[in-house]
């Protein structure tokens, strides 16, 4: 059983910029979880994506956006990028069920930072 | 207004001993809390969980308190060991995302 991965490890941009990131959920998971964790806090919740739909969203702009596909594997899209936007971003998988959702997990994130 | 809050940023606690992690939150509607454990330059890792139908949850050297009433709860580590030193994660659920707080940076001492 793979755990969550993400890819790539680092990014470097400068503002004005698109980035995407990429996640590969778990083996049997049906969910992701985007999160943002900037320096010295803990993550907040972007969004997450059930079924290849959105489910959920923070408070986030819409400059932030994603996908899911078929295979539960997702990408994190960021239009415009901002100083701000310079944080490491985790993704998590899990596997949703009736009205509550399993433990979340975690890959190793991606670090971002915007020049 | 954090709804999730870990007010120690550090603990420094000497191998052997109880290692002992607060966090308080002020939602009386969450009904799930986690706390994840994380090292540099890794995704958060899932350590032990507790429905609030329950005050406490075992996991070999990890124990979690839950009291509802005081909206509080506590990760006890016992025995520390330097592997331990790490930063430790609150979070609560809340309908699809989790709510964390900021942390604490727990230091075990030789």
């Known amino acids: 059983e793979t755990g969550v991965t993400q890819s790539p490890t680092h990014l470097i941009k400068t503002r004005g910029q698109q980035v995407t990131l990429r996640c590969s959920s778990q083996?049997?998971?049906?969910?992701v979880s985007w999160y943002q964790q900037a320096l010295g806090q803990g993550p907040q919740f972007i969004f997450q994506y059930y079924r290849e739909e959105e489910n959920g969203r923070g408070n986030f702009p819409p400059r932030f956006s994603g996908l899911q596909f078929p295979n539960y594997s997702s990408e994190l899209n960021v239009n415009a990028l901002e100083l701000d936007d310079s944080a490491l971003y985790l993704c998590?998988?899990?596997?949703?069920?009736?009205?509550?959702?399993?433990?979340?997990?975690f890959g190793p994130g991606t670090r971002l930072t915007v020049l | 207004d954090q709804q999730v809050k870990q007010n120690s940023p550090s603990l420094s606690v000497q191998e052997g001993r109880i290692s002992i992690l607060n966090c308080d939150y002020t939602?009386?509607?969450?009904?799930?809390f986690l706390w994840y454990k994380k090292y540099p330059a890794e995704g958060p890792t899932f350590l032990i969980s507790?429905?609030?139908i329950k005050d406490k949850n075992e996991d070999g050297r990890f124990t979690v308190f839950l009291n509802k009433s005081a909206k509080h709860l506590s990760l006890h580590i016992v025995p520390s060991q330097p592997g331990d030193s790490a930063v430790y994660f609150c979070a609560a659920i809340s309908n699809y995302q989790l709510i964390w707080g900021a942390g604490t940076k727990l230091i075990i001492k030789p």
């Open positions: 507790i429905s609030s």
């Open positions: 939602n009386s509607m969450f009904d799930y």
């Open positions: 083996s049997g998971h049906n969910t």
């Open positions: 998590a998988s899990s596997f949703l069920q009736g009205g509550g959702t399993d433990t979340q997990y």
